[in-house]
């Protein structure tokens, strides 16, 4: 059984820095991508950014380019959102999943198409 957790997420002030991690277990990083999307209070889930960790392929929504850095460590099966430069508009829940059909493209990344395997939120808060 593949199971997600999410961790790392708190209260920062603007342009303060987080580092997010989703440790997985049940599953082979060569074998998923995993993205990171975050939902907001009365907005839709978007896909902030995601990795295949067989091949390396990275994206990043634009409203984070820039700002955020995905990266895995295999050995530990976690990979981690570093987000600087927060904004108050990046507040949201945040989320790991598993898409078992790697590498994953934007569209996919975006709109959660394929992941599967949800892990519970961290809850990020940006103060202004």
């Known amino acids: 059984e593949v199971q997600l957790q999410a961790s790392g997420g708190g209260l920062v002030q603007a342009g303060g820095s987080l580092r997010l991690s989703c440790a997985a277990s049940?599953?082979?990083?060569?074998?998923?991508?995993i993205g990171w999307f975050r939902q907001a209070p009365g907005k839709e889930r978007e896909g902030v950014s995601c990795?295949?960790?067989?091949?390396?392929?990275?994206y990043y929504t634009n409203s984070v380019k820039g700002r955020v850095s995905i990266s895995s460590d295999n050995a530990k099966n976690t990979v981690y959102l570093q987000m600087n430069g927060l904004k108050p508009e990046d507040t949201a829940v945040y989320y790991c999943?598993?898409?078992?059909?790697?590498?994953?493209?934007?569209?996919?990344?975006?709109?959660?198409?394929?992941?599967?395997?949800w892990g519970k939120g961290t809850q990020v808060t940006v103060s202004s």
């Open positions: 049940g599953v082979t990083f060569d074998d998923v991508a």
């Open positions: 999943a598993a898409n078992h059909h790697p590498p994953v493209d934007g569209i996919a990344c975006s709109h959660g198409v394929g992941f599967g395997s």
């Open positions: 990795t295949s960790p067989s091949d390396g392929t990275t």
